[in-house]
């Protein structure tokens, strides 16, 4: 039960007790009827005690409920006291309806109106999505036959694209371009995570890049990457990736995550995008997970 409910129930009763209160007082106790009642009680009482054979009459019971000094002007006064606590009792009940009902508009209101803004907010809300991928600096056969400090470094681009109505605001960027066996949760260098304030409004693309920092690559690193799109049992995936997530915040302050990885193949050269756990994903309204750092953008502890 609220408390507005348990104040209205407190008050009905107080109403309706104090009138069946005042009418029993009113009604019940002879004193308040007629105070002559009283008075011829105790001379008769006196008078008795004192040896009078004749004395005052003492008004019994049922005189005292049905004197004829009662007019109709007081019963009818008396049952119109009656019906009023009754018109009281029922004004309360409507009263509480009305109000509970009143309520329930109220908040059915206030419910539509979030809802509307919560759809206004999702529809105008900036969207970004990874459009496409690009190996700068590919890693091909013919580095088998280079030294192992000939190798350049392979890079990579990736576009990100707003498909929303309104600006997003980048507040951080993670990039990773790795050679290894993917680890369970994504890990990132130092150097691959960049604490920005760019604004990308609708239908703009950024291209950022990533480069490996993974130090040289061997011809032991080669033969694993080259042997990673052939399946061998027991043999876990050694491949080139490059994933990362990106936070931004909308117009309105609610801030977002896109999450993405990709698999490098050297047969094409060509990125293929995949869906695994940890890494691919979408997370709305983060604003809790994410400090303001003094320097920019920082993950809050234990997040990531």
Request: net charge negative; with cysteine; glycine share 8%.
């Amino acid at each position: 039960m609220s408390q507005h409910n348990r104040f209205t129930n407190v008050a009905l009763g107080l109403v309706i007790g104090l009138g069946v209160a005042l009418l029993f007082v009113a009604w019940t106790v002879p004193e308040f009827r007629n105070p002559s009642n009283t008075n011829a009680q105790q001379q008769n009482s006196e008078q008795a005690t004192g040896g009078n054979n004749q004395p005052v009459e003492a008004t019994d019971l049922w005189d005292i409920y049905t004197s004829p000094k009662d007019t109709y002007a007081q019963w009818i006064a008396a049952f119109a006291a009656l019906g009023s606590v009754g018109a009281s009792v029922l004004a309360i009940v409507l009263v509480t309806q009305t109000l509970n009902e009143t309520r329930k508009a109220t908040n059915a209101s206030i419910r539509s109106s979030e809802i509307a803004e919560e759809t206004l907010l999702g529809v105008e809300r900036p969207h970004l999505f990874i459009t496409g991928t690009e190996p700068l600096v590919p890693i091909t056969h013919e580095w088998v036959d280079l030294p192992d400090n000939q190798r350049p470094i392979p890079e990579a681009a990736y576009s990100v694209k707003n498909f929303g109505r309104t600006p997003a605001i980048i507040n951080e960027i993670r990039a990773s371009l790795r050679l290894c066996n993917l680890p369970a949760t994504p890990h990132y260098h130092p150097g691959e995570i960049n604490y920005v304030e760019r604004v990308l409004g609708a239908d703009d693309t950024l291209t950022p890049v990533a480069i490996d920092r993974g130090g040289p690559i061997t011809n032991k690193i080669l033969n694993e990457l080259f042997l990673s799109d052939i399946h061998i049992e027991g043999r876990a995936p050694f491949r080139l990736y490059l994933y990362g997530e990106i936070t931004y915040t909308s117009v309105n302050g609610i801030t977002d995550q896109v999450g993405f990885v990709y698999r490098y193949s050297p047969y094409g050269p060509i990125f293929h995008l995949e869906n695994i756990p940890g890494y691919t994903f979408r997370r709305r309204d983060v604003k809790n997970q994410v400090d303001r750092a003094p320097n920019g953008w920082r993950q809050a502890a234990g997040a990531g």
